[in-house]
């Protein structure tokens, strides 16, 4: 008889408000139980960014897992759009052109596959045999210019409009999901993460961090590291790191 593998997925979290803002408008989900992370990145001011990530957070808990990829990303998909709709609608009660919004990036674990979905510039990575790969693409004005060929990819994070991003939930009366999809191998390493941390750590860095066999360790040493050095943004990360279960 043929061994058939699966997965456990075990993931570590860790966020912080950092040295300059005065609240955590950053909120994450942990629920390995059923296969879903989730980092939300609160904006627009006025103390609306935390609520808006604090929904996000609040209506995906809430999630109904499907044991079928294709249906759980539906069904946190329809949940993220109907968080933009209740934002949207929240926003023009107050009447005074503000957004209530936040990014947001999920990933959902079922039958051998991941699922990776977002909007805005919280990052996804994967580390797979020594090598780490940004899964998402930010969705702001630096990286439209990076693509066009106007900006190179080390000039973006000191680029004047580093933290302008072009897509959010809330920011718009509709709103559409980026989604990668791709098989789980043994021992990859996933990481979450609100911008808090690329402002601060690179990605050959991350790549570094993400190869500490100790899971629990890596997220309290990113905050760590984001902190000492200077930390102007909150910071939040989530690990994920796939076991195998071999079974006859």
Known sequence: MSEQKTYSLISAGATDVGHVRQINEDAFLERSDIGLWVVADGMGGHH???VASGNIIDVLDETNPSDRLAEYVNEVEDR???V???LVQLAKQHNDNRTIGSTVVAMIARDGHYAVLWAGDSRAYRCRNNQCVQLTRDHSQVEEMVQRGLLRPEEAEEHPASNVITRAVGAADKI??????????PNDTF???SDGLNKHVSDAEIAQFLQNPNLQEIPERLVETTLQR???D???VIVIRAYTN???
Do not use: P
């Open 48 to 50: 609306a960014g935390d």
């Open 234 to 236: 909150n910071i939040t």
């Open 80 to 82: 993220i759009i109907s």
């Open 176 to 185: 559409y999901v980026d989604v990668e999809i791709d098989e789980i191998h």
């Open 230 to 232: 200077g930390a102007i």
């Open 191 to 193: 990481l979450l993460c």
């Open 84 to 86: 933009n709709d209740q």
């Open 246 to 248: 071999v079974s006859n």
